[in-house]
């Protein structure tokens, strides 16, 4: 695939009246096997739709409309007033208000981290909405040591800073899960979570009340409800599961078991990586290909 597609900006309003934003990517014209339906991409918990840029473009390419959401609290979406609506339940609501915006019946859905609770949560409220489903390194359980590492730099304080300074703290938080980046990597990935201020120091992008509803105890007590929700998004829909083969938040085992009970799934490792693969990895990006290639034309 190639990944010449433009990208546009997007906005709704949530229905406790948030502005909210998503970049989108048209369908490639004149190519094969031209305009194939809808993808909607959403990100990880602190994470924004930028992570999605050269993944949405591939799928652009490939004759597939793209989406790629920030949700409430994070980037070019409004924060909000209640920190208590910062959970799965309101943002797939919110999500499910983009496409009925625009008129789209259903989608697949690429979800990163957060973005797959979020899509599981889509299959139990909307499930019309969902045809299929990349899960990319998350699922109905997440270690406990993993969430103690998350929430050692999630939602914490950081001063601004200029652009060197934000790349070493990139670089300090993630290098244990890309253990082969560089330099430019690092400058990369800090463009994509900081923003630029007027005085031209940045701060990171997204409302740190967003961690105030993560609360570990209670994942674990929702244990069930969540396999629950994997089984009913698993249910006569294709999925592709993802995992980073150094990943500390979705465990090979878990993986696996997702994977037995889910009626058509594939799990896909990704080398080399952690939490979670970037979607631009060789792997990832031959099998999410593969993936939407066998998916039925939902235009």
Not at 40 to 45: A, M, R, S, T
Request: proline share 8%; with cysteine; net charge positive.
């Amino acid at each position: 695939m190639t990944s010449n597609a433009t990208q546009e900006d997007v906005y709704w309003h949530s229905r406790d009246g948030l502005r909210l934003h998503a970049r989108r990517y048209p369908p490639a014209t004149g190519g094969d096997p031209g305009r194939r339906g809808t993808v909607v991409c959403i990100p990880g918990l602190t994470r924004n739709a930028a992570d999605f840029d050269l993944p949405a473009r591939m799928m652009a390419s490939a004759g597939w409309q793209v989406f790629a959401v920030d949700l409430r609290g994070r980037a070019g979406s409004q924060r909000a007033p209640n920190p208590r609506s910062y959970n799965p339940r309101t943002y797939a609501d919110d999500v499910a208000g983009l496409l009925e915006s625009r008129s789209i019946p259903s989608a697949v859905f690429v979800g990163t981290s957060l973005g797959v609770l979020v899509t599981m949560t889509l299959a139990v409220r909307k499930p019309a909405l969902v045809a299929g489903a990349i899960l990319n390194d998350a699922g109905p359980e997440v270690p406990r040591e993993a969430l103690d590492r998350i929430g050692r730099y999630a939602g914490k304080p950081v001063p601004p800073m200029d652009h060197e300074a934000a790349a070493r703290y990139v670089e300090s938080i993630g290098r244990t899960s890309f253990p082969g980046y560089g330099p430019d990597d690092w400058r990369a990935m800090a463009r994509r979570m900081f923003r630029e201020r007027d005085d031209g120091l940045l701060e990171l992008d997204y409302d740190p009340a967003i961690v105030r509803t993560v609360n570990p105890w209670v994942l674990r007590l929702m244990r069930p409800l969540l396999w629950r929700a994997w089984r009913k998004l698993g249910h006569r829909r294709p999925l592709l599961v993802l995992r980073g083969a150094l990943s500390d938040v979705l465990a090979a085992d878990t993986a696996r078991r997702m994977v037995d009970v889910a009626d058509d799934a594939r799990l896909v490792e990704v080398p080399g990586v952690g939490h979670a693969p970037m979607l631009t990895e060789p792997e990832a990006c031959a099998a999410i290909a593969a993936f939407l290639a066998r998916m039925p034309s939902l235009a």
